[in-house]
């Protein structure tokens, strides 16, 4: 910038974006004084250079604001994992379901896992009816992104959310003034209830890891 630019001469680009034309560096900084802006080496590597003229003071202002509007308004892409057993008991899957629900709205995917144990393991079919009612139990929230696959002893299913509601979920997060702050989201939890970040397969009395919040 200004002094520091070595080049004998330079393209040069006006403050509205006019090609001025090749002038020696000596010149181009003449015009950039006589309108009391920056000489600024924006392809350094053409040949010769090309500089603009432009405030850079202001430039680098408006670029800090546009990089924090865009941080503001990123939407993260979330992978929540819940783990339920073939014969889970109705009113745990009504919990276990309720925390489906809850993940989708916020716009985050949902890995649903059904773990078989012993000679469950020989009824897959049990694990595969359970994950088809979750499926048609969350239509008006999300779809299965990944179809239902047997991985080991588990049986595995990713639901997704609409655009719609991600959407709506990323407006809400904008309106909150920026990403949710998931640290304050746990300290405000009543005690003994599940966090959106931690202990959700805990939360029906279900053993195992706590939710995945790995990004996708």
């Known amino acids: ?3 520091q630019i070595r080049a004998r001469e330079v393209r040069l680009v006006g403050p509205e974006g006019e090609q001025v034309g090749i002038v020696p560096l000596e ?17 350094p590597m053409a040949r010769p250079p090309v500089c603009k003229l432009m405030d850079f003071g202001k430039f680098k202002y408006e670029s800090a604001l546009k990089a924090r509007e865009a941080r503001r308004n990123q939407q993260q892409t979330v992978i929540k994992e819940m783990k339920l057993r073939p014969k889970i008991d109705p009113h745990d899957y009504e919990t276990k ?19 078989f144990r012993g000679r469950e393991q020989s009824r897959p ?16 929230l999300g779809y299965v992104e990944a ?3 047997q991985d080991g002893r588990n049986m595995i299913m990713v639901l997704a959310p609409h655009r719609a509601v991600k959407a709506s979920a990323v407006a809400a997060t904008a309106s909150r003034g920026g990403p949710r702050d998931r640290a304050a989201e746990e300290s405000a939890a009543p005690a003994g209830g599940a966090t959106p970040a931690a202990g959700e397969t805990a939360a029906a009395g279900e053993s195992g890891p706590t939710a995945d919040s790995s990004g996708q």
């Open 1 to 3: 910038m200004n002094e």
């Open 97 to 115: 379901k309720g925390h489906v629900v809850r993940f989708l709205k916020a716009g985050d995917k949902v890995k649903v896992t059904i773990m």
């Open 147 to 149: 179809a239902p696959k």
């Open 27 to 43: 010149r181009a900084l003449q015009l950039a004084a006589d309108v009391d802006l920056d000489l600024v080496e924006v392809a």
């Open 125 to 140: 079919e049990l694990g595969y009816r359970l994950l088809r009612r979750l499926e048609s139990e969350i239509t008006d």
